[in-house]
């Protein structure tokens, strides 16, 4: 039977599993087994990707850092090889400014700007967790620096009102592909791992500006756009202009829940949470109909999100049994703002 937005599990029961689960798949070397069918992690799917495995271990690191009580060793060891693994893919350009020492995400032979937002964003979580201990030889170099030159590699990045998405890593050339959610990943990467820089704060003023977003109704613009606010980065009129607009643009396209997929859902669901756990911090933010919208939504999307949930696993949806590391990322991160907002 669904859950109706009244009887929802308890959040940290399902942010609990999740890291279970996660903490169960991550192999000797760090790689997660990407995917596999619901209940049954032996009936692997094939394939990799950089960006999900940082997005995953940012979730894991995220959630033992704000859960309450002492974190699982089996689950501390699963992030320090997962963080191994991120590690091992981080390389110095040769074309690099030689004054300018940095840190590429390397996966096929390109960077992509997307990565490295999600691997900054993943190794902030890992610094802030007090009972690690990573290897000596986990990372490049000692993590502080590991992430300042991550941080150079991405500020230099900035390009005009925007950023460069994706290089060839052997010779620096820009490649063409573009993302709808690499930028998001980026600014908030980078809100989240140090101070803004002039550029930074102009791109994302002016981006926000724009309304970028509003037409993918990203959820990385939304958390890039709540840290820009709750560091001051921004004005607080702009910021409530931006959100405005960003969650009018999800309450009033349900399009994506006829999808009846989970990730789809969870992605708008973290939006929508994430602005309200900011609004809570801010007083007067947004205005109190849009709020009471918002959380009727959210509580809307997150019952619907459980049709596709059992033992810590999000699968695809209906048409598919697939659980991926990003689809449970996505999901559970939902579920763990919930329970920060106290809704269970």
């Not at 993918?216 to 409530?240: D, F, I, K, N, T």
Request: hydrophobic fraction near 40%.
């Amino acid at each position: 039977m669904r859950s109706s937005p009244q009887t929802l599990p308890r959040s940290q029961d399902v942010v609990t599993a999740a890291l279970a689960h996660l903490a169960r798949i991550v192999l000797d070397k760090g790689r997660f087994i990407y995917a596999h069918d619901a209940y049954d992690i032996a009936a692997v799917h094939e394939g990799y990707n950089l960006l999900r495995h940082c997005g995953t271990l940012w979730f894991m690191a995220r959630a033992t850092n704000q859960l309450p009580g002492r974190p699982d060793p089996d689950l501390l060891e699963a992030i320090i090889r997962a963080t191994g693994y991120l590690g091992r893919k981080l390389a110095p350009p040769l074309w690099a400014a030689p004054d300018r020492p940095s840190l590429g995400l390397v996966g096929n032979g390109a960077v992509k700007l997307g990565g490295l937002g999600l691997g900054l964003l993943a190794l902030t979580e890992v610094a802030a967790l007090p009972a690690l201990a990573l290897p000596p030889k986990a990372l490049p170099h000692p993590l502080p620096a590991t992430l300042s030159r991550m941080r150079t590699y991405a500020l230099d990045e900035i390009d005009g009102d925007d950023f460069r998405h994706k290089r060839d890593f052997q010779t620096g050339e820009v490649l063409g592909f573009r993302s709808d959610y690499y930028t998001g990943e980026a600014i908030f990467g980078l809100l989240m791992s140090g101070p803004a820089t002039g550029d930074l704060i102009r791109v994302t003023t002016g981006l926000m500006r724009q309304g970028y977003g509003f037409a993918q109704q990203s959820h990385w613009m939304a958390y890039a756009a709540c840290e820009a606010v709750a560091r001051g980065v921004v004005p607080e009129a702009l910021g409530s202009a931006y959100l405005t607009g960003l969650m009018e643009a999800i309450l009033g396209d349900t399009h994506y829940r006829a999808r009846r997929q989970s990730t789809p859902i969870a992605c708008r669901t973290e939006a929508l949470t994430r602005v309200l756990l900011l609004a809570r911090d801010h007083p007067g933010l947004l205005s109190p109909d849009l709020l009471t919208r918002i959380h009727t939504h959210a509580a809307d999307n997150l019952a619907l999100q459980l049709d596709w949930y059992a033992d810590g696993q999000f699968w695809k949806g209906d048409d598919a049994r697939k659980v991926q590391i990003d689809y449970i990322q996505h999901n559970a991160t939902a579920f763990l703002h919930w329970g920060l907002l106290g809704e269970g």
